[in-house]
C-alpha cells in the first residue's frame, strides 16, 4: 500500500514538470503542490497505523474516506445496520458489509471511475465495533455479542456473565460459516480451564456460534461432592480428584455448632448404583484420639458427606438466648448438658467492655422466670463449676457492661442501680442520660460532650427533687465546678441522683452591675424550672 502511494508521488511530480529551470514563482508553486502531496500520504500514514488489514467492517464501525481532489466525497461515514455508508451524490449508498479497508477503497475507486478522472481512494478504520458472534446453552445471558477482533471463546463466556452449574464445558461446540460452508468443531473447553491448553479456548470470526451444552445429571454427580444436612452451605460442589474428608469440609463452609461430629455418614453409589455408606466420627478425630495426623478419610467424586443434628441420635438440641456484650448477639442451638461459658464462646465471645464477673441468667421455670448472677471470672481463675451453670431450654444470657462505662443501655439496669439525669443549658450534647449510681457531676458534663467555650462553670446550678414545682421537698444550689477543677481535688464533686437536673448558665458580659447578675441568675433559674417541668416531670408523673 505505501509502494503504490510513493509511485503515485513520482508520477505526480513527473507531469508536474521538473523542479530545475523553473522561475522562483513556479518553483514555489511546485513546492506547494509537493507540500501538499506528502501531507496528505503523512495523513493516510497515520490513519494506517493501528489498523487491522484484515478486518471486516460491520454496522456501528466508523470510516474515514479520503478521495484526492474531491473534498466535497471526503470525510467520515458510519457503517448502517443494513452494512451500508452513505455518501454524497453521485455516490450514494454503497453496501461495504465484511469488507476490510481496501476492499471498500479499491470498491470505491471503481465507481467513482464513471465521474472522475484516475480517482485516487484510501479508506481507513476510525472506530471499531467488532463483528457479532452468538452464544447459546449454558451461558447465564445467552445472546449474541459485539466483540473487536481477537476475541476468544473465553472472553466471549465472561461478557455472557460465565457458565452455569450445568454447563459441560468439556463439550463445547464452535460453528463457523464462511463462503456458504458451515464447519462445526468440538473444544474440550476444560483444558484451558484445568491446564491452560490455549488451543482449547480459540480465537473467534464473525458470525460465528459458540454453543455450550448441558451435561447429563448422571455425569454431573461423577465430577461432584454433595453436602446435605449440618454444613454452612449445603450443595453440590466440583470436585476433579479425591481428598481428604476436612479438605472437602472447606468448600461447604465447616460444620455447624448443631452437626453431630460422632455419625457423620459418607455415602457412594456403584457402577450398578448400589448405595453404600461408611461412618466417621469427626470428633475423635478432631480430638487426636486416633491418627491424630490424617485429615480424615478420602472423599471421591460423586459421593455424598450428610452430617445430621445431633439430637437425631439421642442428644437433645436447646435454644438459648445470648445477649449483651458479645461479638454476634442472637439465638444458638446448643447441644444438652452444655454450659454458660459454651454459649458466650459460640457467640463469638466478649467485647470490650464486658463484666465477666456479674453475668445474668434468666430462666422460666412453669411460667415464672428468675435471674441468677454468675461469675465467670470465679470460674476461669478457680475452677469453680458452680460458677459455669448448665443451661437448660430457653434460657436467656445476659453479659452486662462493667461499672466503669457511664452511660449504659436500657438492658443493662437489670444487673446495676442506674439514675437518669438532665442537663441542659451551654454544653454540646444537652439532653437526658443514663448513668451508674455514684456518678458525679464531672461524669454528666463528660457525657454531653462538655461544656460550651462561653458556659459559665463558676455558677452551675443543680435542680434535685421528685417534683419540678417549687415545693419543700425541691432542693436547689450552686456549684463552683471551676474552683474544683482548678483544686484538682475531685472529692467535692456532687453525687448525682435519679431525677438531678444540671443547668450550665452563659458567661455574663463584663460591666454587669450586681442586680443585673442577679436578675440573669434568677432568669435561669426560672428557666431551668420550666424545662425541668417540660422534661423530667411528666415522666415521674406517669
Request: hydrophobic share 40%.
Amino acid at each position: 500500500m505505501f509502494k503504490e502511494s510513493g509511485e503515485l508521488v513520482m508520477d505526480f511530480l513527473e507531469k508536474n514538470t521538473s523542479w530545475t529551470g523553473k522561475t522562483a514563482s513556479n518553483r514555489c508553486l511546485s513546492a506547494t503542490y509537493v507540500l501538499v502531496v506528502l501531507g496528505f500520504l503523512l495523513i493516510f500514514v497515520l490513519s494506517a497505523i493501528g489498523q487491522v488489514p484484515d478486518y471486516p467492517v460491520g454496522p456501528g464501525d466508523t470510516l474515514y474516506i479520503s478521495i484526492w481532489g474531491q473534498d466535497n466525497l471526503s470525510g467520515p461515514a458510519v457503517v448502517g445496520p443494513d452494512g451500508t455508508i452513505m455518501l454524497p451524490p453521485p455516490m450514494g449508498n454503497v453496501y461495504v458489509n465484511q469488507l476490510t479497508a481496501d476492499e471498500i477503497a479499491q470498491l470505491l475507486t471503481e465507481k467513482l471511475e464513471e465521474f472522475v478522472k484516475q480517482p485516487v481512494v484510501m479508506v481507513s478504520i476510525r472506530e471499531f465495533q467488532g463483528f457479532v458472534v452468538h452464544i447459546l446453552g449454558q451461558v447465564n445471558l445467552p445472546s449474541f455479542y459485539r466483540v473487536p477482533d481477537g476475541t476468544s471463546i473465553q472472553e466471549l463466556i465472561t461478557q455472557a456473565n460465565g457458565l452455569t452449574e450445568f454447563a459441560d464445558p468439556a463439550s463445547i461446540m464452535l460453528i463457523h460459516k464462511e463462503d456458504g460452508k458451515v464447519e462445526t468443531k468440538k473444544i474440550d473447553y476444560s483444558k484451558f480451564l484445568k491446564h491452560n491448553d490455549m488451543e482449547s479456548n480459540p480465537v473467534l470470526k464473525a458470525n460465528d456460534v459458540v454453543l455450550v451444552p448441558r451435561i447429563g445429571m448422571k455425569e454431573r454427580i461423577q465430577h461432584v461432592v454433595t453436602f446435605i444436612g449440618q454444613v454452612s452451605r449445603p450443595g453440590a460442589y466440583e470436585l476433579d480428584a479425591p481428598m481428604p474428608l476436612l479438605d472437602v469440609l472447606t468448600l461447604a463452609g465447616g460444620v455447624l455448632t448443631s452437626g453431630d461430629l460422632e455419625n457423620v455418614y459418607i455415602l457412594s453409589r456403584s457402577e450398578e448404583d448400589a448405595a453404600t455408606s461408611r461412618q466417621v466420627n469427626l470428633k475423635s478425630l478432631f480430638s487426636g484420639q486416633k491418627n491424630p495426623d490424617a485429615l480424615g478419610p478420602t472423599i471421591y467424586p460423586g459421593e455424598i458427606v450428610f452430617i445430621p443434628t445431633a439430637d437425631m441420635f439421642g442428644d437433645r438440641m436447646l435454644s438459648v438466648n445470648v445477649m449483651g456484650q458479645v461479638a454476634n448477639p442472637g439465638v444458638y442451638q446448643i447441644t444438652e448438658g452444655k454450659r454458660l461459658i459454651d454459649a458466650i464462646f459460640g457467640a463469638g465471645g466478649f467485647v470490650e467492655d464486658a463484666a465477666i464477673d456479674s453475668l445474668g441468667i434468666i430462666r422460666a421455670n412453669n411460667g415464672d422466670s428468675n435471674i441468677s448472677v454468675f461469675s465467670l471470672k470465679d470460674y476461669i481463675l478457680t475452677g469453680n463449676i458452680a460458677a459455669n451453670p448448665v443451661l437448660d431450654e430457653g434460657d436467656t444470657i445476659v453479659v452486662p457492661m462493667t461499672k466503669g462505662i457511664k452511660e449504659i443501655p436500657p438492658v443493662q439496669s437489670a444487673f446495676s442501680p442506674v439514675v437518669d439525669v438532665n442537663i441542659i443549658g451551654a454544653v454540646s450534647k444537652p439532653g437526658p442520660y443514663k448513668l451508674f449510681a455514684g456518678s458525679n457531676l464531672l461524669d454528666v458534663l463528660v457525657l454531653a460532650g462538655g461544656s460550651g467555650s462561653g458556659a459559665d462553670l463558676e455558677r452551675v446550678l443543680i435542680i434535685r427533687g421528685d417534683d419540678a414545682t417549687l415545693n419543700e421537698g425541691e432542693q436547689r444550689f450552686l456549684v463552683n465546678l471551676k474552683a474544683l477543677m482548678t483544686a484538682g481535688n475531685p472529692d467535692p464533686l456532687p453525687i448525682m441522683f435519679s431525677g438531678d437536673t444540671v443547668f450550665l448558665p452563659n458567661l455574663q458580659e463584663k460591666g454587669q452591675s450586681w442586680w443585673r447578675s442577679l436578675m440573669v441568675l434568677l432568669g435561669d433559674i426560672t428557666t431551668i424550672v420550666v424545662l425541668y417541668y417540660l422534661i423530667v416531670g411528666r415522666t415521674y408523673r406517669r
